[in-house]
């Protein structure tokens, strides 16, 4: 009966992303099919095209989707006995199981209430130019309010579990278990360790396993959302509120949030806790405040994509005073003129690839390469 348990419960794990990516790919392709029959249509004026679904972004989340689920296998496994090692996977199984339920009672209340099915758009769609710049500026600011405190929360959980491990320690309750649990908690005393654990040690150490299951919970809890949003027919909690936050050009397809949430999940995988939280520094202070900055104060704009060279300074600077306190100045450096400005400057065009993908990528790439090269990161915090 255990074993029947076990297997279950890293059946729901595997098939709830291998769902999101066949939705992701799916769409992806259907995008493409869609831009490409009706590429004159998506053109706009100011020499900008807005793109139905953006096929690009989709199909990058997929194939993140698909190194994870082989991260998982190679760093976890599939267990056939319940043992410590399982307990990730009750955790992990938990947390689309509780989805599932939350929809289930959501459902039954809207359609007791008699609600009416929801008219998905199903034409192309262009910018929204028209749209004033203050009600742009407001809707800018409630999306970047959301990257802050999801930091704010990652950071927030980290550290109460490994105060709870230390508290437990000191009291001497199973003061070895604790203390394993607590060994390599940060994992910077040799900030190039990490680079050969991404393939090899079985299970992840505390502080990265934490991080991992949150954002594998925001991954599931993201796209639960925008998958019963774009069905018309299921409901999910704060459909409404992400309605309302969204740009005209993502109604048809997956919201920016979902790109922020599978970004940061495969940096999850490849960064201890504190290069992790520098790489969230960029999207959660760096972009913000460079789009606020960018949109008050910019007047000198690139012709190519817009953005301007006063919130492009103002996001270095940011990217840099963020992340030295967890990672260094040397890394704080890199990340912030290497990938913050590069990202600035190709995003959306010439590139046609959201930030908020773009940045976790090219700071894990970057963080593994300067590992490699025998630099190791020295947070200004120590504990």
């Not at 796209?223 to 509120?241: A, D, N």
Request: glycine share 6%.
């Amino acid at each position: 009966m255990a074993v029947l348990i076990v297997v279950f419960m890293q059946i729901i794990v595997y098939s709830s992303l291998l769902i999101t990516f066949i939705a992701l790919l799916t769409k992806g392709i259907q995008s493409m099919i869609i831009n490409f029959k009706n590429r004159e249509k998506t053109k706009t004026n100011h020499g900008f095209e807005s793109t139905y679904g953006e096929p690009l972004n989709l199909v990058i989340m997929a194939i993140i989707l698909i190194i994870v689920i082989f991260l998982i296998y190679i760093r976890v496994g599939f267990q056939w006995t319940l043992r410590k090692q399982d307990h990730p996977a009750i955790i992990l199984s938990a947390i689309p199981v509780s989805y599932l339920l939350i929809g289930i009672i959501v459902n039954i209340i809207q359609y007791s209430r008699g609600a009416k099915k929801v008219e998905i758009i199903r034409e192309p769609v262009v910018n929204t130019l028209e749209i004033s710049g203050e009600i742009k500026q407001k809707i800018d600011y409630r999306r970047k309010f959301w990257h802050v405190f999801v930091f704010i929360l990652v950071i927030s959980i980290l550290f109460a579990i490994r105060q709870y491990l230390v508290t437990q320690v000191n009291g001497d309750l199973w003061v070895e278990h604790y203390q394993q649990l607590l060994e390599g908690y940060f994992e910077y005393t040799d900030g190039t360790s990490f680079i050969e654990n991404i393939f090899i040690r079985k299970t992840p150490p505390m502080g990265q396993s934490t991080i991992i299951i949150f954002m594998y919970g925001m991954v599931i809890f993201m796209f639960t959302i925008e998958l019963t949003r774009l069905s018309g027919h299921i409901f999910f909690l704060f459909q409404k509120k992400v309605q309302s936050i969204m740009r005209e050009k993502e109604k048809n397809t997956f919201g920016s949030y979902t790109h922020f949430a599978t970004g940061y999940f495969i940096a999850a995988w490849i960064l201890p806790p504190f290069p992790f939280l520098a790489a969230m520094c960029l999207g959660s202070f760096a972009d913000p405040i460079a789009s606020i900055i960018g949109m008050k104060f910019g007047h000198r704009r690139y012709f190519w994509n817009g953005k301007s060279i006063e919130g492009t300074i103002a996001g270095m600077i940011i990217a840099f005073g963020t992340m030295i306190i967890f990672v260094g100045w040397i890394y704080a450096l890199v990340g912030s003129i290497v990938v913050f400005v590069l990202s600035d400057l190709i995003t959306p065009k010439p590139l046609e690839i959201s930030d908020n993908i773009l940045m976790p990528i090219m700071i894990s790439l970057v963080f593994v390469l300067l590992t490699a090269l025998g630099i190791p990161y020295s947070p200004l915090i120590h504990i």
